[in-house]
C-alpha cells in the first residue's frame, strides 16, 4: 500500500474517472491506491498515510484519522448507498460490508455502522463520516458544503485545527472537546505495584456521578417519585433556562418609531469564562448560609424581593421600573414562591440588594474551572474564524455594523466553519443534559447518556443562569444610564424602542462617547452585542397582538408568523 505520508487530521474520498481520490485540508488531492476497495483498506490505508490529529493536552491522546465517504466513494468501497434504519442510523449487522470489516479485523463501537463510525483495531481507531447516510444532515448542526469534496476537507480541517477532529454532531464534538482538553485519566508510574495504572487528573470530571433531586429531568430515575404537579413546579425541580419574555410598549415608548434588536456573541459560551462548577457528588445540607463560590442547587423565596440597583452617580438604591423582566424565572414574570436556582442567579440577587436565605441545598463543594480550556479554545477558534471574515477585535462601531451586516456573502468556507463554531459551543452546553433518545424499559429507567461524565445537568443550569442574569446585568446598566428599558428578550437577543434605526442608537455609553463599562458593548467579542435586526414600532405592536415574541422575528428574512 502506498507509503506517502501526510500531515492532516482527515480525508474526504471521491470518486474521479473511476479512482478514489482523497481531498485535503491544504486544499491538494492525491489518488488513493488501487487496492483501495473496501472500508478495512481504506482504513488501513488513513492509518498507513498518517492521518490523524495530535492530542490537545499533555495527558490526552493523538486522535487516529477521519475518513469522509462522500455517495460516490460509498459505491467505490461496496457500502450501501442508502440507509433503510433511519430510527437507530445504523446498517444491519448481517450486512456484508460489517461482516468484512469483522473479518479483517476491525471492531465496531456499540453504535454500529452508521453516519458517524469509530473503527478500532488494538490501540488504533479510525473514524468514519458518511456523507448519504446523514453525517452532515441539519440535525447534525455543520451545514458545511458537502457538495465539493475539496472545499469540505478544508473546512474541516480548519474545524479540526481550530476546534477538536470531528467525531459527530457539533453538540457531539464539544462534549469531545471537553475531554480532548481535560481528559478524566492519565497514565502514572505506580510505585507500588511497578506498574503503570490510569489516575484520575485533577480538574477533570473522571467518572459519571448522579444529580441532585432537583436537578434530575423527569425521565431519571430519581424523577420516578415525582408527581406531575411537582415536575412543573419550581419549588421541586431545578428550573434555570434562557429568558423568553415581551410586553407592550408603554404609551412613550410607543412614540418611538423604531425597535432594534441586540444579539449578544455566542452568549452561553460567554458564560461559561471563568465560571466555578462542580466537580464532584452533590451534598445536601438545611439552612445553609448562602456563598456565592460554591455551585450547586439553593432553595430560595424570591416571591417578594424587590428589584433595586444603585444609581450610577448617587451610588444610592433605586428600584427597578415594573416593566423589567424578573432575572429569577425564564418567563420573567415574579416568582410565586420557593424554587431551586443555581449559584450564578444567588450571586447576581445579592448584587441587586437582595437578601438570600437559603432554606436548603444541594453544594458541590468540590468545584473548578473545568470549562475553562473548553471555553478558551473555542473563543479563538471564534475569533480567528471572524478574522478570516474581515471582522477584527478593535474596529470601530460603524464598520463592525457594516462588516456583520454582509458577513454571509463572503468566503462561504468561512461563513460555514463560523456556523459550525458556534453550534459547538451552544450544542455543547445542551447535551450535558441529553435526554433518552428511543425506547426504554421503562419511563424512569436509566439511558446511555448518564454513563458519561459530561452528562451534568448541574453544569448545564449553571451556564445558563450565568448567561441570563449576565444579559439581566447589562439591561439594569443600560436603563441606568439610558432610561431604556427592554420590550422582549428570548435568549441572546434583545429588543429595545429607539428613536433610530441602528444598534449605535441603544447601546449605553460614557459621557465622552466611549462605552459604558459593564453595559451593551458593540463588537465580535464573545458577550458583546452585534445588530440583530430593526422593525418599526407599528410591526412590533402587531407581532405582540399575534402573541408572538418579537425577539424571535426581529431578524430580517424569518417568518413572522404565530409563534408555536
Known amino acids: 500500500m502506498n507509503e506517502t505520508s501526510y500531515t492532516a487530521p482527515l480525508a474526504v474520498l471521491d470518486t474521479a474517472e473511476g479512482r478514489l481520490v482523497a481531498y485535503l485540508p491544504n486544499v491538494q488531492s492525491c489518488a488513493v491506491p488501487a487496492e483501495v476497495t473496501d472500508l478495512s483498506s481504506a482504513a488501513e490505508w488513513a492509518l498507513a498515510s498518517g492521518f490523524g490529529a495530535a492530542a490537545l493536552s499533555q495527558y490526552g491522546e493523538d486522535v487516529g484519522p477521519l475518513l469522509v465517504l462522500t455517495e460516490s466513494a460509498v459505491e467505490a468501497l461496496g457500502l450501501p448507498t442508502g440507509m433503510d434504519d433511519r430510527k437507530r442510523l445504523r446498517v444491519p449487522d448481517d450486512h456484508p460490508a460489517v461482516k468484512e470489516l469483522d473479518e479483517a479485523g476491525w471492531t465496531l463501537s456499540r453504535a454500529g455502522l452508521g ?28 451545514a458545511v458544503p458537502t457538495d465539493d469534496p475539496g472545499a469540505l476537507a478544508y473546512t474541516l480541517g480548519l474545524y ?11 453538540a457531539g464534538c464539544s462534549l469531545a472537546l471537553m475531554t480532548a482538553v481535560r481528559p478524566p485519566s492519565r497514565v502514572q508510574f505506580d510505585r507500588g505495584t511497578g506498574r503503570m495504572r490510569r489516575t484520575p487528573v485533577p480538574g477533570s470530571l473522571s467518572v459519571a456521578i448522579d444529580p441532585a433531586p432537583p436537578e434530575a429531568p423527569d425521565e431519571h430515575p430519581l424523577a420516578a417519585e415525582r408527581t406531575r404537579e411537582e415536575s412543573k413546579d419550581p419549588g421541586h425541580v431545578l428550573v434555570e433556562e434562557a429568558l423568553a419574555w415581551y410586553r407592550e410598549p408603554t404609551e412613550a415608548e410607543a412614540a418611538a418609531p423604531h425597535v432594534v434588536g441586540l444579539d449578544v456573541n455566542v452568549a452561553f459560551l460567554a458564560a461559561a469564562s471563568r465560571l466555578t462548577v462542580g466537580l464532584g457528588e452533590a451534598v445536601y445540607t438545611d439552612g445553609p448560609a448562602f456563598d456565592k463560590k460554591i455551585p450547586g442547587a439553593w432553595l430560595v423565596d424570591f416571591s417578594g424581593a424587590e428589584l433595586r440597583t444603585k444609581d450610577l452617580t448617587t451610588k444610592q438604591w433605586k428600584r427597578l421600573p415594573d416593566e423589567f423582566p424578573s432575572p429569577f424565572t425564564p418567563d420573567g414574570k415574579r416568582p410565586t414562591g420557593p424554587a431551586w436556582y443555581a449559584t450564578p442567579t444567588l450571586a447576581y440577587a445579592a448584587e441587586l440588594g437582595i437578601e438570600v436565605r437559603p432554606l436548603a441545598a444541594w453544594l458541590r463543594p468540590d468545584a473548578g474551572g473545568y470549562l475553562d480550556l473548553w471555553h478558551n479554545r473555542l473563543r479563538d477558534a471564534y475569533m480567528d474564524t471572524l478574522a478570516d471574515l474581515g471582522i477584527t477585535d478593535g474596529m470601530d462601531e460603524d464598520a463592525f455594523l457594516a462588516g456583520m451586516a ?19 459551543a451552544k450544542g455543547g452546553i445542551g447535551k450535558m443534559r441529553e435526554r433518552p433518545q428511543g425506547k426504554r424499559p421503562g419511563k424512569h429507567a436509566p439511558w446511555s447518556a448518564l454513563k458519561r461524565p459530561t452528562w451534568r445537568p448541574d453544569i448545564r443550569a449553571a451556564v445558563i443562569s450565568a448567561a441570563r442574569v449576565g444579559a439581566h446585568r447589562k439591561m439594569v446598566k443600560t436603563w441606568n444610564r439610558s432610561g431604556l428599558v427592554p420590550l422582549a428578550v428570548l435568549s441572546d437577543c434583545v429588543v429595545y424602542p429607539s428613536a433610530y434605526p441602528t444598534a449605535r442608537a441603544v447601546v449605553p455609553r460614557k459621557d465622552d462617547g466611549t462605552p459604558l463599562p459593564g453595559g451593551w458593548r458593540l463588537g465580535p467579542n464573545p458577550g458583546y452585542v452585534k445588530e440583530e435586526g430593526t422593525r418599526t414600532m407599528e410591526w412590533y405592536r402587531e407581532m405582540t397582538a399575534k402573541k408572538a415574541n418579537p425577539a424571535r422575528f426581529i431578524k430580517e428574512g424569518r417568518d413572522a408568523g404565530r409563534e408555536e
Open 160 to 170: 479540526a485545527e481550530r476546534v477538536v477532529s470531528p467525531v459527530g454532531s457539533t
Open 406 to 424: 454582509t458577513v454571509k456573502e463572503r468566503d462561504p468556507e468561512a461563513v460555514a466553519l463560523l456556523s459550525a463554531i458556534k453550534q459547538t
Open 115 to 142: 453516519p458517524w463510525t469509530f473503527l478500532f483495531k488494538g490501540r488504533t481507531e479510525v473514524h468514519v463520516a458518511v456523507i448519504p447516510w446523514g453525517a452532515f444532515d441539519e440535525q447534525m448542526r455543520w
